[in-house]
């Protein structure tokens, strides 16, 4: 999922500078400031955005690799070969070492793909990984993957954060002490205050990382974040300010601000398994409900584009679909009543306020919600306690989160996902489109299944929640769009 994320996407940063006098003139370590400290570090053990950012393709990397620019390259493996689109043969890149000092090769990613598959490991994405029937070691740098069937969105399954490879012996620590072939190491996590990583000098790729050090800091106030940019005590920020706090700091000679686009989806979860919820009219009756650029201009003080489905605007195969079931709230009270709520009816959202964006929006929609009968309270919950009550026992009425995760539709085919939408006519268009691999076609059940989500309304898209980076001047290499929940730092420097 993409839970932020923010989810992950939804984690805020800040960057800043550790000047140290021998290193004035060049600096060489950095202050990342995240909202939300990680549950854990294991990135195969939960979805969390908040793990993403500070592991995936920090610390752990995959064969394949989502770049900046949203495209699939190789990475471990230095390129991979297929005849059937069933039987995908990757050649691993030489002389890659994990952290702790042992040659990564076609055993460890053996290895990793037979315990993702393995439903007794728990993936968080084990589905992902079922169709994989087969995997041959021929070599040392070799090793083929056969599927079962056909899968279009293989590849990708590959650059996630699910699929990152790790060495079988560091398997156990990974919760605290992950080990991989990224451009940093960890170095400390002090509960409650810090990660700290420090750079890997046998990284693969030549002249990365640029930096000797990132610290991770928990700073979960974005007012907090604002005061120590402005007094110099950190040099930049993502997503660690409120987007009210922009127009400002554009006008700053001092800070250089960065817009951007993210596939962090803010949603109004809906639980499809409890009453009312388990009837559309209800479903459709909140999303009518709902003045969503309302919603946008008050929590994010106009950023971010609404949505009308799951897929977001860095996907290819996305439709504008925000218009299908627009603002009618006399509609909305209407639906209600004939659902067999003349009278209305009661409601609680649950939110995580470590994601301030949560509680900004909720607080609009309450009002807006009120207004045709659905009396809600917001009831604001420590993030742990939301991804074991609502994530994953599904123990909510409503819900906002961001959901990070790009190419995420699969959710909404999962119905012991936490929305619990159970749709066979849904499942059936997320299954054909899974094994095609015309792009036509693909493209043409992907806008199926966005219409169906508007028809079934199983949640309300809110907007996708925006890139927003502020940094100090000569803060370099950090990626505008962010087309996967990853913050990769291996190419960011300080301006000489």
Sequence with gaps: MRLVKTLGLSAALVLGLLLSPAA???????????????????????PASAIAAVVHYNIQECLVKVDRNGKLVPWLAERWHTTDNRNYTFFLKRGVHFHNGREMTAADVKYVFERAKNPETKHHQQARYENIADIIVKDDYTVTLSLRELDAAFLLTLARQGSVIYPREAVDAMKSEPIGTGPFKLAEWVRGDRIVLVKNPDYHVKGLPKLDKVTYRFIPDPNAALAALKAGDIDAAMFGIGPEHVPDLEKDPRFQVIVGETTNDVILAMNNSRKPYTDVRVRRAITHAINKQEVVKGAM??????????????????????GLMPYEPTKAKKLVTDAGYPNGFDAVLRVAPQYYYTVRTGEIIVNQLQKVGVRVKIEQIEWGQWLSRVWREADYDLTIIGHAEPWDINNYANPKYYFRYDSPEFQKLFKE???????????????????????????VWLYVHPRLAVTKKGVQGLWKDLPIPAFDLSEVAWAK
């Design 24 to 46: 004035a003139q060049a600096p060489q370590s950095l202050v990342v400031q995240v909202a939300t400290e990680p549950p854990g570090l294991d990135l195969v053990a939960s």
């Design 301 to 322: 003080f106009g950023f971010g584009r609404i949505l009308g489905s799951n897929v977001d605007p860095l996907n290819p195969y996305y439709i504008d679909v925000s």
């Design 433 to 459: 489109s899974e094994v095609s691999l015309d792009d036509r076609a693909r493209r043409e059940l992907y806008v199926k299944m966005q219409k169906k989500l508007v028809e079934d309304a199983p949640a």
